[in-house]
């Protein structure tokens, strides 16, 4: 073929393809992920207020509760607040495996993030009780944590302080004696029912689509192929149930046996509150003991001990990434610390002894 015979056949093949297609195309862009509908009614949108029929939340509760989650006269050594062990401004965690209470001893298992616990079914990770008003009275007088000597103790504390005794009485107008140990954890109480994280999660859940990412949607249905949800569910992601620790395969370390401390029944042994995944990502070390770091190595270990399966790392960051759309915002001007009464010569000063 003659030179100028081939180049008109090279011209006449280019002007073929660009007329029937042939030339090189842009792929064609993939379908969005979608979840199904049917697992999203397994999960439920955050209130604005956790309630409680037996202690209403008003405004005056809910300023005294926020004195008193900040008061670390309420302590032996007064050195330690709920919000030492309990951080609002990190997620409600001491990010420590096991938090430091009176002269640095250390509890035995790990500090719970207080944002939503309210509307978990029960309180601590062996359910020992059975509402935040009634878990804010433990850490009070245990020796390890803060270590009042006694309930005696804590009221004569606040009723030295004249402002204390006002607040008490604005926030139990009813009663003719309302500084009681019992009204402090109500108040304390009132002011953790406010402590929720709406999240891009709740959006989704709301209709808004464009929430999550493609990437996120995805990480939602590896999670429900994984089956991650028998246990974490609701509204609240968790929080609603007991389990056995190593239900599928034996777990590790029994060194803490969970509810059967509470009930004494073996039927309990290594049964324990299943935690909330809200604001999971911000919440390490996990488990109860704090003893996993990382949540890549929590969910891998979840699926292996609860599920009896093994996830390929693809799966886990998948799952991963979905967890951390759970991640909510932290109502900043609500957690401000307040200004507290200050001490007068009635208020018992600083312990720091055994």
């Known amino acids: 073929m003659r030179k100028h015979t081939r180049t008109l056949f090279v011209f006449a093949v280019l002007a073929l393809c660009a007329g029937s297609g042939c030339a090189r195309k842009e792929p ?33 509760k809910v300023a005294l509760g926020r004195m008193l989650y ?8 007064q050195q330690i607040s709920c919000n030492s062990c309990h951080m609002l401004d990190n997620y409600g965690v001491d990010g420590q495996p096991t938090s430091e209470g009176h002269m640095g001893k250390l509890g035995d298992r790990n500090s719970p993030t207080v944002y939503n616990a309210a509307g978990h079914f029960v309180q601590f990770w062996d359910g020992r009780a059975e509402s935040v008003e009634e878990q804010a009275k433990g850490p009070v007088t245990n020796p390890v944590e803060m270590a009042m000597p006694a309930e005696t103790v804590v009221i004569a504390v606040l009723k030295s302080m004249p402002e204390y005794v006002d607040a008490f009485k604005k926030a139990f107008p009813e009663e003719s004696e309302p500084v009681t140990f019992d009204n402090m954890a109500k108040a304390i109480g009132a002011f953790e029912r406010k402590l929720v994280t709406p999240s891009r999660w709740d959006r989704f859940l709301q209709g808004d689509q464009a929430a999550l990412t493609d990437e996120e949607k995805a990480g939602f249905n590896e999670y ?63 488990y109860h003991n704090g003893k996993v770091a990382t949540l890549e190595e929590a969910v891998s270990t979840m699926a292996e001990y609860q599920l009896g399966r093994v996830l390929t790392n693809k799966q886990v960051r998948a799952i991963v990434a979905w967890l951390r759309s759970l991640t909510g915002e932290i109502p900043a001007a609500y957690i401000q610390e307040p200004r507290l009464p200050k001490s007068t010569a009635k208020t018992p000063k600083p312990d720091v002894s055994e």
């Open 224 to 286: 429900i192929s994984a089956g991650c949800q028998t246990c974490h569910a609701g509204t609240y992601v968790g929080g609603n149930l007991f389990q056995k620790l190593g239900l599928v395969k034996p777990w590790p370390d029994t060194s803490d046996t969970g509810r059967e401390r509470v009930t004494k029944s073996g039927a309990d042994r290594m049964v324990f509150k299943v935690p909330s995944l809200r604001n999971i990502d911000k919440t390490a070390p996990y």
């Open 28 to 60: 064609a862009p993939q379908p969005a992920a979608a979840v199904d509908p049917a697992a999203l009614e397994l999960f439920g949108i955050l209130p604005e207020v956790m309630e409680s029929k037996t202690n209403p939340v008003t405004e005056e």
């Open 70 to 77: 900040y008061e670390k006269r309420l302590s032996k050594s």
